[in-house]
């Protein structure tokens, strides 16, 4: 089987003296512009000298904005499912990702080298096989891909381009070195960042500060040991099914969200577009993983999410609450099937558990069918924007049913938003995407 590949394929010109030209400019009467010049006027060493000074005095303290001044792109080929999870987690990095419908066994999976070394080696290969059997089986019936994928493994090879800045980059890196990380996922992110320091050493040094958790902007913690407050929270509300409503919160009167819309929609006022992320609302949502993956890939939404390992002891304890099954699945009459193989997957990580394989590298097995929480935050311009591209008839099911779920609730909360929290084609007034539904045409009519 191949292994990941990971190609530095573009990145800001000189983005170690650009930084520097920046953090000099914030205390010198001239410009960055004629900083930069004089940086690359001097010998390499010199030069290298001054930026490391800078940079220390800068970014190493605390400064993050430093780090931002600069941008890697990376392409990254083969590596499993479950490391393009953590690459999203943090919500400044952006990314590019191949389908999960593109997955062949053809390929390979990823099996960690404490599986391939343990005596349940040859079973975890013939279980992982018999999920893309099924994979192509349900699509040669007629299960859309974006159902039959469901079963797939976190093993599962895949391809991503992500793009962002030193500091977010860093932030990663330190994600990464946590306990209960996959060690396939650190050593892609070390990979990433091997090839950054080659080219701005400085950017990617540990001078204190720089790494400190406190600085980051949070991201959501996917393998985090465990998450005891979002196990409270679905503990709290375990008698529920489906989205659960926690609570809102508007500085507005409903006449005066009414003149705000008004204006935000009708006149495209970007200033009272501004005003509507003075909304909140939460919302704790079960989801699948496969599902999950598009909703943190929505970076404007504030997450938080249990635990993976809490997420698959509670399966392995409440079978019925621990799977999501898609609808074309029953329509197909393929359920008992899915939810034997489901069920053999996790109960093979349970078996690599007992046989003295960490968690942490027993997760390749997991399959996307798995059931998990995710503590949303979001807003009410996150209500006209994503929330419209995600009630859209051409979305994904699954992602289609948390955003109505959410739809309905603000409905129900503040009437004034909630008559343009509908698909995208009714706010914008046509629909943007390719294939047009005529939903828009319906609902006008």
Request: overall charge positive; glycine content about 6%; hydrophobic content about 40%.
């Amino acid at each position: 089987m191949t292994t990941f590949n990971v190609k530095l394929i573009g990145f800001t010109p000189n983005p170690q003296t650009l930084s520097t030209a920046g953090a000099l400019g914030c205390f010198e009467e001239r410009s960055s512009t004629a900083l930069f010049d004089e940086l690359l006027g001097l010998d390499e060493t010199a030069r290298s000298a001054k930026e490391r000074t800078v940079l220390r005095n800068s970014f190493g303290r605390g400064h993050g904005s430093v780090g931002d001044q600069n941008c890697f792109i990376f392409s990254i080929e083969n590596l499993p499912r479950l490391a393009t999870f953590q690459l999203c987690l943090p919500e400044y990095l952006a990314h590019l990702q191949q389908s999960l419908r593109r997955a062949k066994a053809s390929r390979g999976f990823y099996l960690s080298d404490a599986i391939k070394a343990s005596r349940l080696a040859d079973k975890a290969n013939a279980i992982l096989l018999q999920a893309f059997e099924f994979y192509e089986k349900a699509v040669k019936v007629g299960v859309p891909s974006e159902d039959a994928r469901f079963l797939l493994p976190l093993g599962t090879r895949t391809n991503i381009q992500t793009s962002g800045n030193a500091r977010e980059l860093c932030h990663l890196w330190q994600m990464s070195q946590g306990k209960g990380v996959p060690l396939v996922v650190r050593a892609i992110v070390e990979d990433m960042i091997l090839q950054t320091k080659l080219i701005a050493p400085y950017l990617f040094e540990d001078f204190g500060v720089n790494f400190e958790s406190l600085a980051w902007s949070p991201a959501a913690q996917l393998y985090a040991p465990a998450n005891a407050t979002i196990r409270l929270l679905i503990d709290r509300h375990s008698a529920q099914d489906g989205v659960i409503p926690l609570g809102w919160m508007s500085p507005f009167s409903n006449s005066q969200l009414t003149n705000i819309l008004d204006k935000a929609v009708g006149e495209r006022s970007e200033a009272e577009l501004a005003n509507l992320k003075h909304l909140h609302f939460e919302f704790l949502a079960p989801m699948s993983l496969a599902c999950l993956h598009q909703a943190i890939r929505q970076r404007t939404w504030n997450q938080s999410l249990e635990s993976i390992y809490d997420a698959i002891n509670r399966a392995l304890s409440f079978e019925n609450r621990g799977i999501v099954i898609p609808p074309s699945i029953k329509k197909f009459g393929l359920t008992k099937e899915y939810q034997k193989l489901h069920w053999l997957m996790l109960n093979l990580y349970k078996e690599l558990i007992d046989n003295g394989i960490p968690k942490s590298e027993s997760l390749d097995v997991v399959p996307h069918s798995l059931r998990i929480f995710d503590l949303l935050h979001i807003n009410g311009w996150n209500a006209l924007h994503s929330i419209g591209k995600r009630t859209c008839l051409e979305a994904q099911w699954e992602i289609r049913g948390v955003a109505w779920s959410m739809a309905k609730y603000i409905k129900h909360t503040l009437p004034a938003l909630g008559r343009w929290v509908e698909p995208q084609c009714i706010t914008y007034g046509k629909c943007p995407e390719v294939k047009d539904c005529g939903y828009y045409q319906r609902v006008r009519t």
